[in-house]
């Protein structure tokens, strides 16, 4: 039997198959199987009421999945599928209370992966069966990037571990309700505000429906390394370092340059000054850094610039989850 069929098997036996995507590695489970659905639960240690992504094959499925699809989603599913874009959509009356948190919407997407394509093809390309997959990681930690980071998430509690490789993207899919009359990204990712706005003539507006609280990406604490974090000002880095250091902690610098002196219980690791090359960094820096044992992590800030939300996001999350 291939590894293919080999995870195809396993998920519809009701386990759970970790595989890769283009953003982060996903812990699937048959999205029309509600035990299968419960092991996610149980092996995330994830709140019961927080929803799950559906991923397809292709955009060909939506119908069994959502209804009252605006041409809206069609128009972006014509555009980003597959791709890093999760579609906020109202749910078909099938789709279990256990993918949707209990809500009246449904996460969708087609990742760009060609393992995950695959595996979704022959999950479901035939029936229109998903996949249900929250990033492969505890609740509230780093997503991983790679299939070693999933193994050190979840050793044997996860039937199969396929390996694609590290993820292209490196953060999570831009997340875009399209339930309501307004388009609003729930969480934001590498395919940003413009890109959105400029496939569909208007631009997306962020944050803030009566859904946000059921986001957990939207939680302030999310995405936290061990270590804690702290986001500093490029100026100040080399001033909040030695003061760390006086007190005797080991300190970690995650930053575009090296400081300007070195000490025997510093350690530098460079940060991309490009914004797609630092979100494809991201994840293996912060859990790289945290396995070095320090007592602080410290992040140059990055630039308000709009190509930089979406790591100003997962790094401000990942700040406030260390307090
Ligand atoms: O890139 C990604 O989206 C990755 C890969 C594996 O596809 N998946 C991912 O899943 O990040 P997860 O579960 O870690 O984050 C998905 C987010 C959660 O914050 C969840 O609350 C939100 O999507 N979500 C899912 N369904 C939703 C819905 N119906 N309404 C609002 N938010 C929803
Ligand atoms: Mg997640």
Avoid at 6 to 22: H, S
Avoid at 284 to 293: H, N, P, S, T
């Amino acid at each position: 039997m291939t590894e293919l069929a080999r995870a195809v098997a396993l998920l519809r036996a009701g386990e759970l198959v970790a595989f890769p995507t283009e953003t982060v590695y996903g812990l699937g489970a048959d999205a029309s199987n509600p035990q299968a659905i419960a092991k996610i639960f149980a092996a995330k240690g994830r709140p019961a009421d927080h929803p799950l992504i559906v991923h397809l094959p292709d955009a060909s499925h939506l119908e069994r999945w959502a209804v009252d699809i605006p041409d809206t989603a069609r128009k972006l599913a014509a555009a980003f599928w597959p791709g890093p874009l999760t579609l906020i959509l109202k749910r078909h009356p099938s789709v279990s209370d256990a993918i949707t948190g209990g809500q009246d919407t449904v996460g969708l997407r087609v990742p760009n992966h060609p393992l995950a394509l695959q595996l979704l093809c022959e999950f479901g390309g035939a029936n229109g069966g998903g996949l249900a997959a929250p990033s492969a990681n505890r609740f509230g930690h780093v997503s991983p990037t790679t299939a070693a980071h999933v193994r050190e998430e979840f050793g044997d509690a996860v039937a199969m571990i396929l390996d694609g490789g590290p993820c292209d993207v490196g953060i999570e899919s831009t997340i875009l309700d399209l339930s309501g009359s307004e388009l609003r990204i729930l969480r934001p990712g590498m395919i940003d505000a413009a890109d959105i706005g400029a496939v569909l003539g208007r631009a997306p507006e962020f944050g803030g429906t009566q859904n946000a609280p059921r986001v957990s990406g939207s939680l302030e604490a999310h995405y936290a390394p061990r270590t804690p974090l702290q986001l500093v000002a490029a100026e100040a880095l080399a001033e909040t370092a030695r003061q760390a250091l006086d007190t005797g902690r080991r300190v970690a610098v995650l930053a575009n340059q090296p400081l300007a002196f070195s000490h025997d219980k510093l350690v530098w690791r460079s940060a991309s000054a490009d914004p797609a090359q630092f979100a494809h960094d991201l994840y293996a820096r912060l859990r790289e850094l945290d396995g070095i044992g320090c007592d602080l992590l410290l992040v140059a800030a990055p630039s308000a610039e709009e190509a930089w939300r979406a790591v100003a996001d997962r790094l401000r999350r990942a700040a406030a989850g260390s307090k």
